[in-house]
């Protein structure tokens, strides 16, 4: 029989799969000072970034792969655009990260359009073709059968245009932007709670909760691009958003920050190890710092954590575990994909990201692959690889 613990409820899978959580609950977590030097990490976040950069033959290849579905599309839906949009269009994306599309499209129901598309895709080649009916935004995702690049494909999602060009604006204000951010993600992808469909923080999540910490930090390096009295509404796909972001953010900025990268992380890390910002407040870019639960209305509901935890059955959790709240629909909890078991990660991973940094540790024991199967290789840019090595004659006979 498994030993639970009285203080938590935990039984011994449980404490031993998360070793440094059940210490904090019983109050046994010992906390050390980060010792780690920020210029040391600030040189190794810097060379890791240098290795992001997008080759021109990824870049051609991913072109090639729009251009290519762009008159697939035109020729099955007259009258269609397709446009890209995400972080490989803010410059928040990682170097191997996935293509979001968007089809805008009027005529037949979404899921509909997509279920054909699907069927297109198959004929084509394209691998891990998967229909995804019944999220809040209706997607294909499916990868490229050459270049093994992801890519994610939605219909009229036109407020996701609008979120990337206020991630490119937030981008643009400083070049710690986009280091910080990559670091996060990257960090959050190879310790596997990167990932919505396995109940973690999505990408973009994690683009909000590291947007969030440079607009709260003393004094702040983001200003709230949001933040201005012309309010710009418009109306996307029948619902009116206030679309305002001002067009010179750096005017709101009165004091500079001169942090480091390095030091930034450190700061993140220890911020969330000691004071868990989701006990009381929600992350909202919009407003340029945190606010309560009370004041959004977001109260977590039932199962909570540790009840959902102790119920091994109940996988889902209750409205707002941790809520991160989208800057223009702001009805949408990012955290709404949330699992028990992925929250426990993600609170696992806060507390040995610190302890690493305490013992001095480097930005790759920081990042070393927890999942191996979650991270995406490298894209393939030689589209003749599998041919180089066949006879000539070989090939020939294989043409015909």
């Known amino acids: 029989m ?5 203080i938590t409820g935990m039984n011994s899978s449980q404490q031993k799969k998360w070793p440094l959580f059940h210490s904090l609950l019983t109050g046994n977590l010992v906390r050390n000072e980060i010792e780690l030097s ?3 990490l600030s040189e190794e976040i810097m060379q890791f970034c240098s290795l992001q950069e997008t080759t021109d033959e990824i870049q051609e290849r991913k072109e090639a792969i729009i251009n290519h579905l762009k008159k697939r599309f035109n020729r099955k839906f007259s009258g269609s655009k397709l446009t890209a949009f995400g972080s490989s269009e803010s410059g928040l994306g990682l170097k191997n990260g996935d293509i979001d599309l968007c089809l805008e499209f009027k005529g037949e129901k979404p899921k509909k359009v997509l279920t054909k598309i ?18 809040k935004v209706p997607i ?20 996701a245009i609008y979120n990337t060009s206020l991630l490119k604006l937030y981008n643009d204000c400083d070049v710690r932007v986009r280091p ?16 919505a469909a396995y109940g973690t923080f999505s990408s973009y999540a994690w683009t909000m909760i590291a947007l969030q910490f440079l607009q709260s930090c003393n004094p702040p390096i983001l200003p709230n691009i949001q933040h201005g009295e012309n309010r710009i509404l ?25 942090s480091n990268i390095g ?9 969330f190890s000691k004071e868990w910002p989701w006990d009381e407040n929600v992350i909202s870019l919009r407003s340029g710092k945190m606010i309560s639960r009370k004041e959004k209305n977001w109260e977590e509901k039932k199962p909570k954590l540790i009840d959902a935890l102790i119920d091994e059955n109940k996988l889902r959790l209750g409205k707002h575990s941790l809520p991160v709240e989208d800057p223009f629909d702001h009805l949408h909890d990012l955290s709404r994909v949330l699992r028990t078991e992925g929250v426990m990660d993600i609170r696992e991973e806060f507390l040995r990201a610190y302890n690493v940094l305490c013992d001095g540790g480097s930005w790759s024991e920081l990042t070393k692959t ?6 995406n290789d490298s894209p393939q840019t030689d589209l003749f690889e599998d041919l180089r090595d066949i006879p000539k004659q070989d090939l020939i006979d294989k043409l015909e």
């Open 180 to 195: 910080f951010v990559l670091s996060i993600k990257n960090w959050a992808l190879h310790r596997g709670i990167c990932n």
């Open 118 to 135: 699907a069927r297109m895709l198959r004929e084509d080649g394209m691998e891990d073709v998967t229909l995804i009916a019944h999220a």
């Open 2 to 6: 498994e030993h639970i613990c009285k």
């Open 263 to 271: 030091q930034l992380i450190i700061d993140f890390f220890d911020q």
């Open 140 to 159: 294909v995702k499916f990868i490229d059968s050459r270049t093994k690049i992801p890519i994610d494909i939605s219909i009229n999602n036109s407020l």
């Open 370 to 375: 927890k999942f191996p199967e979650l991270v």
């Open 234 to 258: 418009k109306e996307v796909e029948g619902t009116t958003y206030d679309l305002t972001m001002n067009d010179n953010p750096n005017e709101l900025l009165k004091l500079e920050n001169k």
């Open 38 to 40: 920020s210029d040391k």
